[in-house]
C-alpha cells in the first residue's frame, strides 16, 4: 500500500445520506400525525370548558341580581349582568349580547330558567364535548 491509498481509507464520510434524512423527516411527520390530532382535541374541549365556565358565570351574576334588586320571575338584559361580570373581561364589556368564545350569544333566560348554550357552539363542539358535558346548562 502506499500512502495515497492511505488516505483514501482513513477518510471517513462527513454529512448524512438522502436515506438517513428521509428516515429523521418519516419519524418527524408520524410524530406529528400521532400528536396534533390530540393537541386539536384537547383545544376544543378547552373551548368547551371556557363556554361552561361562562355560563356558571351568567348563572352567578343572574342570581345576584335577583337579590340586589328583589326580583324572582323577571328576564334581566346584558346591562343588569355586566356590572357582576369582572370589568375588561369578555363578558364584562359585552354591549347588546353576551357572546361566547366564537362570538354566538348566549341565551340569559328568566332568573328561574338556567343560561343556555347557542345551538351553533354546541353543534360544533359536540365532537368532544357531550351532552353531559354542559350539564346542567343547555
Not at 378547552?46 to 355560563?55: E, F, P, V
Request: with cysteine; aromatic share 8%.
Amino acid at each position: 500500500m502506499n500512502s495515497s491509498d492511505c488516505k483514501l481509507m482513513s477518510r471517513s464520510p462527513k454529512g448524512f445520506t438522502l436515506v438517513e434524512i428521509m428516515i429523521v423527516v418519516a419519524i418527524i411527520a408520524l410524530l406529528a400525525a400521532i400528536a396534533i390530532p390530540g393537541f386539536l382535541r384537547a383545544r376544543k374541549r378547552s373551548q368547551g370548558t371556557i363556554i361552561k365556565n361562562d355560563l356558571r358565570w351568567i348563572d352567578s351574576a343572574k342570581d345576584q341580581y335577583a337579590i340586589e334588586y328583589n326580583k324572582s320571575v323577571v328576564t334581566p338584559d346584558v346591562a343588569d349582568l355586566t356590572a357582576y361580570f369582572k370589568s375588561g373581561s369578555r363578558l364584562g364589556n359585552a354591549v347588546g349580547s353576551l357572546p361566547d368564545i366564537f362570538g354566538n350569544p348566549y341565551t340569559i333566560n328568566d332568573l328561574n330558567t338556567l343560561p343556555s348554550i347557542d345551538p351553533g357552539t354546541k353543534a360544533g363542539l359536540a365532537d368532544v364535548c357531550d351532552a353531559n358535558f354542559f350539564s346542567p346548562f343547555q
